[in-house]
């Protein structure tokens, strides 16, 4: 099992597919790329961005039920790859016990970035899915490309607003 960061959000190209990016703590620091969908990108980039809505996001609903029932979440675990398939496990605690909840990486990660919650991946995920990032020294056409993805982001982050998840 490996503690892993996340790194944040990022459209890959040239599907435009959103994806989670995970980096290990220490260790080789393997990138762990998770695909997710647009709604759970902007939940993400949202936390990590620090944005309040002025009606909670379901992901914020979840944190506040939670939190009025004391429950804390102490961990999220990306445990396996299945057909393709990442599974993810929350670690909740509460007054009756331990509890593990299956769930999907990216609600997963989306909850563990508004508590601040520890991410894990097992190690046959990394293993099967992760990948050590190129040197620094990358060529400049990589790094133009990377800058083009992290602009084109940026510019759906910008044009989202939080009163669109309103209701």
């Given at each position: 099992?490996?503690?892993?960061?996340?790194?944040?959000?990022?459209?890959?190209?040239?599907?435009?597919?959103?994806?989670?990016?995970l980096r290990e703590v220490g260790g080789a620091g393997r990138v762990l790329p998770i695909f997710i969908g647009a709604p759970e990108a902007t939940a993400i980039a949202f936390a990590l961005e620090?944005?309040?809505?002025?009606?909670?996001?379901?992901?914020?609903?979840?944190?506040?039920?939670?939190?009025?029932?004391?429950?804390?979440?102490?961990?999220?675990?990306?445990?396996?790859?299945?057909?393709?398939?990442?599974?993810?496990?929350l670690e909740l605690h509460a007054h009756d016990g331990v509890h593990t909840i299956s769930s999907r990486p990216s609600d997963a990660i989306a909850l563990a970035a508004r508590t601040g919650a520890p991410?894990?991946?097992?190690?046959?995920?990394?293993?099967?899915?992760?990948?050590?990032?190129?040197?620094?020294?990358a060529d400049a056409e990589d790094t133009v490309?990377?800058?083009?993805?992290?602009?084109?982001?940026r510019d759906f982050i910008d044009s989202v607003n939080p009163e669109d998840f309103a209701t």
């Open positions: 099992m490996a503690e892993m960061e996340l790194v944040g959000v990022r459209v890959e190209m040239p599907s435009s597919s959103p994806i989670a990016l620090e944005v309040v809505t002025p009606r909670p996001m379901t992901h914020d609903l979840l944190q506040n039920l939670l939190d009025d029932l004391g429950v804390s979440l102490e961990k999220v675990t990306v445990t396996e790859l299945r057909d393709g398939v990442f599974i993810a496990e991410i894990f991946a097992a190690d046959a995920v990394l293993d099967e899915a992760g990948y050590i990032e190129e040197p620094d020294d490309q990377s800058e083009e993805i992290v602009e084109e982001f």
